[in-house]
């Protein structure tokens, strides 16, 4: 089983920056993808940002240039930070780990990130 664990959210000023950090322990499967999705009030749980095993990136076109994803593959955590912040950021942002061939899916408990206008 694979436990990830979430830290740094917290109210933030539009315009504002935040880091967003998640570390994964357990039976991990090194073949992954580890990311953040985001769940607004309302609204469905949405991509944010993944980055592979191999670095490969991949973006949300509404945070592309303002939130950067990165990974420490020894430590097993992943990193989103996040500049120039919109009050339409705010959200629920959640970790994330699938596993390529085990089709593992793993999610954090969420953390709360509310921007202020």
């Known amino acids: 089983q694979v436990q990830l664990v979430e830290s740094g959210g917290g109210l933030v000023q539009a315009g504002g920056s935040l880091r967003l950090s998640c570390a994964a322990s357990?039976?991990?499967?090194?073949?992954?993808?580890m990311g953040w999705y985001r769940q607004a009030p309302g609204k469905q749980r949405e991509l944010v940002a993944t980055v592979a095993i191999t670095g490969n990136t991949n973006y949300a076109e509404s945070v592309e240039g303002r939130f950067t994803i990165s990974r420490d593959n020894a430590k097993n955590t992943v990193v989103l930070q996040m500049i120039g912040l919109k009050p339409e950021d705010t959200a629920v942002y959640y970790c994330n780990l699938k596993e390529i061939f085990t089709k593992g899916d793993y999610w954090g408990q969420g953390i709360q990130v509310p921007v202020s206008s």
């Open positions: 357990g039976s991990i499967f090194s073949i992954n993808v």
